[in-house]
């Protein structure tokens, strides 16, 4: 998702070679996150906005302890754990900037609010200094152990060169723009079709609004409006035309799952956005829904989901959409206008409330003043039996993952087995499918609005967001009535496939399986490998212990799958790190040779340049796919098709046994899975 509440976390480079000691701060909230690096040459200085906070410092080396019930004082010395995580509790009450320093002599950390607003808003972090395996030119000579016989012809992925394995042993000339990676596989495989495995899938997650705009007549639907400036938290006009235009591109990355942002009818008018009011924020982004029925007119229609589906099918490639049960979308003037809600003094409104915009002196959170939040009228929005809300009549939230409303948004009662209706504003809803039920409760619907998708169109799994926050009884109905809806639309249409697929979002999860597993989730989004790229990034070795692990933990639980990525809307663009085309390249080459499922965040193959984003960070994250390359990104994105069809070829490199094989002067794997084998090596740079 994309809300608030940070957690700050401190990682040293852990290697098996010479690391320097250099932590790093993470900045995360329970749904987004930030990373820099920290030293003790300067504090890193970070825009912070008024609420509470979490820090947690892990991995620092030494020998240090904090006492426990250690209270944040601002300009104080804060110990840290060493070989264990320090955590800490942080509430900001003015919004500003604020520095941690640390202070490597005595491992202390300490927080202060600067004076001034810091001009450093980019932070361009410096590559981690690590000891790597060095490439001196010409021809290498690789061990392969006992991974093919003598004999062998192998294909060099990169190269095309052909090599035949002698003594165990193959010599060739790494590949110029490769990275120092070498990819070898039997010289047939590419005629050799391995079956599809999940373990192994290349997930690229679309942002429908801001990817590609196919259609611009629908642009401004349900009279959204831009702002004429920077157009931060506007409809940017992607839709599904756009995505279907661009199908062979993200074919040709070696993609085996497309995941939408959700596509369903979003709130027809604007919040304000950030901390200030900055900016008009619309539900571009897809998560604030108000019909879950009926694809937003921004996005297109049901003849444009329909193609979609069909042509991706024939490429090969499935479709997920993304599935919202914990919470609807926020009250806009223009769907309380639309709906007939009578809880605005429209007397300082203009006639089309979705046109109001703030005058001087004021900021887009402005036009809460002429809504009155104490009317006994919001009975008529969602009701009570529906959402829990801050409102006259409504059950106020809670401060558990399940009764609290993030970022305020209304939280749908999915625990609650009370019969309800739906509001009549939803079943007035033009073109809407919602009707009335008998013996509905509120997670009934939610579960058939969202499998009526798959039984309408074959979508093949979903990525589920906010996992925590809805109890898992329903996650496990959600999965039972989406395979039986998928298994309905094959029977009508006369396919066959892989059973249904969820992959959830737990804030923070890591690469093991947990309880939620069994809550009826196939995977689990892996928040760490973002962190370990940086590392990987430098050096491609720094990577074989974290392979090993998610290998070794995959080997012993086959029933579930981590899915990685290193860039998402919630957390950071891995480009805007580092701003280098050799470490996104080189991040690339970590991300696609990772055990597990990974997830490719549109642009990551270019990479995709931060946006605008005034005081909400996270909206840069959403910046427009850009379509027209100079060379140095034709160059990336080469790299990128070339390893992503590797992966595709080989299930082996996601769902394999993974084994380093000796090498005095390279790291050189192998994965295996059946009779599928690759091996990898990285020479050095």
Not at 34 to 52: A, I, S, Y
Request: glycine share 8%; with cysteine.
């Amino acid at each position: 998702m994309k809300h608030s509440n940070l957690t700050i976390t401190l990682g040293l480079i852990l290697t098996s070679t010479f690391v320097s000691a250099q932590p790093t701060l993470s900045i995360s909230t329970t749904t987004t996150s930030r990373n820099f690096p920290l030293n003790t040459e300067e504090p890193v200085v970070v825009p912070m906005t008024k609420q509470k906070y979490q820090i947690k410092i892990s991995d620092l080396e030494g020998n240090c302890s904090a006492p426990e019930g250690q209270k944040v004082k601002f300009r104080k010395s804060l110990f840290l754990n060493c070989g264990s995580e320090t955590l800490l509790d942080l509430n900001v009450r003015f919004a500003g900037d604020y520095s941690f320093a640390f202070n490597a002599d005595n491992q202390t950390i300490s927080i202060a609010r600067e004076a001034k607003k810091s001009t450093k808003t980019v932070f361009k972090r410096p590559i981690p200094n690590v000891q790597c395996e060095a490439y001196t030119g010409g021809e290498v000579t690789l061990n392969l152990a006992n991974s093919f016989p003598d004999g062998t012809q192998l294909r060099e992925a990169y190269s095309n060169q052909m090599v035949t394995v002698e003594k165990g042993k193959v010599s060739l000339t790494p590949a110029k723009d490769s990275g120092g990676l070498i990819l070898l596989e039997p010289a047939k495989a590419e005629q050799q079709s391995q079956p599809f495995n999940y373990s192994n899938a290349n997930i690229y997650f679309v942002m429908v609004d801001r990817f590609k705009n196919g259609d611009p007549s629908n642009d401004l639907s349900y009279g959204r409006q831009k702002d004429g400036k920077q157009e931060v938290g506007t409809f940017h006009g992607g839709d599904l035309k756009g995505v279907i235009e661009k199908l062979d591109y993200i074919q040709s990355l070696g993609t085996d799952v497309i995941w939408l942002s959700p596509i369903v009818e979003q709130v027809h008018g604007f919040v304000g956005g950030g901390e200030k009011g900055s900016f008009p924020f619309y539900a571009y982004h897809g998560y604030w829904t108000r019909d879950f029925t009926k694809i937003d007119q921004n996005f297109g229609d049901d003849e444009d989901l329909k193609k979609l589906v069909a042509e991706a099918h024939k490429r090969g490639i499935k479709i997920f959409l993304d599935a919202v049960i914990n919470h609807s979308g926020y009250s806009t003037l223009a769907d309380l206008q639309f709906d007939n809600i009578q809880v605005v003094d429209n007397k300082t409104l203009p006639k089309q409330w979705a046109h109001w915009a703030p005058k001087n002196g004021e900021t887009w959170h402005s036009y809460h003043q002429a809504i009155d939040y104490q009317s006994q009228q919001w009975r008529d929005w969602w009701g009570a039996d529906w959402v829990r809300s801050g409102l006259p009549g409504y059950t106020k939230p809670g401060s558990s993952d399940i009764t609290m409303t993030l970022a305020g948004l209304p939280d749908f009662l999915t625990e609650s087995d009370k019969i309800v209706t739906p509001p009549k504003w939803l079943l007035n809803n033009p073109g809407t499918r919602v009707v009335a039920k008998e013996n509905y409760t509120v997670a009934d619907y939610l579960i058939e609005w969202q499998t009526d998708w798959v039984k309408r169109f074959g979508i093949d799994g979903f990525r589920v967001d906010t996992v925590k926050h809805v109890e898992g009884e329903v996650w496990k109905r959600l999965k039972e009535s989406a395979s039986d809806s998928l298994s309905q639309w094959r029977e009508s249409n006369g396919q066959q496939g892989e059973p249904f697929w969820m992959m959830g979002e737990v804030w923070g999860h890591s690469a093991y399986r947990s309880p939620y597993v069994d809550d009826g989730f196939d995977a689990l989004i892996n928040f760490d490998m973002q962190k370990k790229l940086d590392k990987g990034a430098a050096c491609l070795s720094q990577m074989q212990d974290t392979y090993q692990n998610y290998a070794d933990s995959m080997q012993e639980t086959p029933d579930f799958t981590p899915v990685s990525y290193m860039s998402s809307h919630d957390t950071e663009l891995f480009f805007d790190r580092f701003k280098s085309m050799e470490m996104q390249r080189d991040a690339a080459s970590a991300l696609l040779l990772s055990p597990g499922a990974i997830q490719v965040y549109y642009g990551d193959e270019i990479a995709r340049e931060l946006g605008p984003y005034a005081d909400d960070f996270h909206q840069g994250t959403r910046s427009d796919m850009n379509w027209k390359l100079d060379s140095e990104r034709r160059t990336l994105l080469d790299h990128w098709q070339i390893l992503g069809q590797f992966r595709q070829r080989h299930p082996a490199i996601g769902a394999g046994h993974h084994q380093v094989l000796n090498n005095e002067s390279a790291y050189v794997f192998s994965r295996q899975l059946a009779d599928d084998k690759i091996v990898v090596a990285f020479v050095g740079k």
